[in-house]
Every structure is written in structure tokens, then in C-alpha cells.
């Protein structure tokens, strides 16, 4: 008999039959296990009041603009796809941001990470990863160089513009800056929460 701690939440993640014959998909399965590890470290699973407000100090510190850390947990599901698949999961990415409509890129959500900016997580992670000499930091840093080119060139190629309008309204932000913070934002993570798992990537 297996018995289980009544503490430990248990993580059930579906995925479509159609998966099995298709490794972009199985692939998704990093990433929702991301969800559950952060859902683990903030407040879904916590109650005590005190406690839900610094968890919510943690994932969304001041320092960055609030229509970033609206999308606190996908950027932390995406990172963590990178550190549990490697480089393939930002391909993967890139593969399924390609079949949505041009329009779409530049479409805040509130909840997701900008289409046009979603890619840039995997390219700092493996980057921020290469630049501190793990095992294979060179491969990492050219895996980071071709899909920069790769995301870039899509971009160019579709015309997309060089701003998005928050959710909600306010100040168009310049993708350049709005890049700068999502990769300032993947390296919080990278070296808090999350750096025993880079550690070990």
C-alpha cells in the first residue's frame, strides 16, 4: 500500500491522445508541470492571509510594471519547461506562436506573455544558463543564437510592430523595453526560486 501525506498535493495533468504521436505536444507537459510547482511556491495552496501577501511580494516585486507580472505564472511555467526539456521546449514555443494569426502577436491578454515577446523567455533562460559555464554552456549559447534569428526573422517577416498596449489600457510599451524587463524578470526567477533547478538544468 502507498500512503500519502495529506500535505502533498498531487499534480494531474491531461493532455490529448493525439499527443502520443507528436513531440510538440508531449513537450506541453513541462510546462504544466511548471504550473503546478508554481502554484506549490504562491498562494493556491496556501491560506493563511499574511502568507498570500508575501507570496504575492515574491512573484510580482515592485521593481517590474504590472502588465509583467500579470503573467507570472506562464513565465514561470515557460522557464521551467526550459530547465526540465532544454532548448527544444523554446522551439516548441516558437512552433505554436507560428500558427496563430499576425494579428495576434501583439495582444495582451492579461495572463499570458505577449505573443511577439513569449519566445524571448527561452532564449534568456538558455542564455542566462550558457553565461554562467554549465556542462554544454556553448551549445546553450548557440541554441539561444538561432532562435533569437529564428523568432527575429518571423517578426520581420510578418511585419509586426515595435509596441503593444498593456491589457486594461495605458501607454503603449516599446517591445525593446518591454524585452529587456521580461529577460531582467526570467533572471529573478533563475536566481531565486528557481536556482536549485537551474543548478542542476
Avoid: C
Avoid at 513569449?118 to 550558457?130: C, G, N, Q, S, W
Amino acid at each position: 500500500t502507498i500512503r500519502l501525506l495529506p500535505y502533498v498535493p498531487l499534480a494531474l495533468i491531461g493532455i490529448d491522445l493525439t499527443a502520443i504521436q507528436d513531440r510538440a505536444q508531449r513537450l506541453a507537459i513541462a510546462h504544466e508541470t511548471g504550473h503546478h510547482v508554481y502554484r506549490q511556491l504562491t498562494t493556491n495552496y496556501t491560506v493563511e492571509p499574511q502568507k498570500k501577501a508575501e507570496k504575492r511580494a515574491l512573484v510580482a516585486p515592485a521593481q517590474f510594471p504590472a502588465w509583467l507580472t500579470a503573467w507570472a505564472e506562464e513565465v514561470f511555467a515557460d522557464i521551467y519547461s526550459v530547465l526540465v526539456a532544454g532548448p527544444v521546449a523554446g522551439v516548441s514555443i516558437q512552433a505554436m506562436l507560428m500558427g496563430e494569426l499576425p494579428g495576434v502577436l501583439l495582444q495582451d491578454d492579461a495572463d499570458h506573455p505577449l505573443p511577439a515577446l513569449r519566445p524571448e523567455i527561452a532564449i534568456a533562460v538558455l542564455r542566462k544558463l550558457a553565461g554562467e559555464g554549465k556542462h554544454g554552456s556553448g551549445r546553450l549559447a548557440q541554441a539561444a543564437d538561432l532562435q533569437e534569428q529564428q523568432w527575429q526573422g518571423y517578426l520581420k517577416l510578418r511585419k509586426v510592430g515595435d509596441t503593444f498596449t498593456p491589457a486594461g489600457g495605458g501607454q503603449p510599451v516599446p517591445l525593446g523595453a518591454a524585452r529587456a524587463q521580461l529577460e531582467a524578470y526570467v533572471g529573478y526567477w533563475l536566481d531565486g526560486l528557481l536556482a536549485p533547478r537551474a543548478s542542476d538544468a
